[in-house]
């Protein structure tokens, strides 16, 4: 069975540093994606950055960067000099194949709540 | 260019009404997807379309049934609502294996 585990439900980050928000997961599937999904307080769900599990670079977008540690199957959250408006729940998500493989299913954590202290 | 609506925003039902939720993507997408969230948790699958007329059940399917009305549109009914559905309701879709994008939610209440 997949699992994605989030240990820290709050961070907190002074505006302009860097955080770390982290995941692990679990998986015997050879082929799976790992997604960051931001959800700030109006609800809507924003995807952030993904990592396919045979790609040996850490993936990278703007802000946002993804630690890939496939041995110790975590795939952490970076976001640099971090700004107000980052303040949101944070979720990081499996995708794995399901049925025919004809479609992903995502797994999601519990979520961490960052907030950005001016 | 919307990308994934959904309606209605919010909801509140009595125990035993039905409903229909509606999900409308413009990204060509061939995969949707319906999700429940409930309060300190992540999302949970309902069910899924990987194509235009074809639905699978998800991981917490009971109390549900949907329909893919053509490539764009895929709904969730809910056939007789109970106070155990209450949540918030997300519709996503993707190409086939790729990245899944969502709709802004459906918050629904059963009293």
């Known amino acids: 069975a997949q699992k994605i585990t989030q240990t820290q439900p709050g961070m907190f980050v002074q505006e302009k540093e860097a955080v770390t928000l982290d995941c692990t997961y679990d998986?015997?599937?050879?082929?799976?994606?790992l997604f960051w999904y931001k959800q700030p307080s109006s609800g809507e769900m924003i995807f952030l950055i993904y990592?396919?599990?045979?790609?040996?670079q850490n993936a990278t977008e703007g802000r946002y960067s993804l630690n890939f540690q496939k041995a110790r199957k975590s795939a952490n959250l970076v976001i640099s000099a971090s700004q107000l408006g980052d303040s949101a729940m944070y979720f990081c998500?499996?995708?794995?194949?399901?049925?025919?493989?004809?479609?992903?299913?995502?797994?999601f954590g519990s979520g961490t709540q960052l907030t950005v202290l001016p | 260019n919307a990308g994934v609506t959904q309606t209605p925003k919010f909801q509140v039902l009595k125990t035993g009404q039905s409903m229909t939720l509606q999900c409308a993507q413009d990204?060509?997408?061939?995969?949707m997807y319906w999700y429940r969230q409930d309060p300190g948790m992540g999302l949970r699958l309902i069910y899924y379309?990987?194509?235009?007329?074809?639905?699978d059940k998800g991981e917490v399917p009971n109390g549900y049934n949907v329909s893919r009305l053509n490539k764009r549109e895929f709904s969730l009914r809910l056939e007789s609502a109970a106070p155990s559905q209450t949540s918030v309701y997300f519709c996503?879709?993707?190409?086939?294996?790729?990245?899944?994008?969502f709709g802004p939610g459906t918050r629904l209440t059963v009293l």
């Open positions: 996503a879709s993707s190409r086939q294996l790729d990245t899944q994008y």
């Open positions: 998986t015997s599937d050879p082929s799976y994606g």
């Open positions: 990592q396919g599990s045979y790609d040996q």
């Open positions: 998500a499996m995708s794995f194949l399901i049925s025919s493989g004809s479609a992903r299913q995502l797994t």
């Open positions: 990204m060509n997408h061939n995969s």
């Open positions: 379309s990987a194509s235009e007329g074809t639905t």
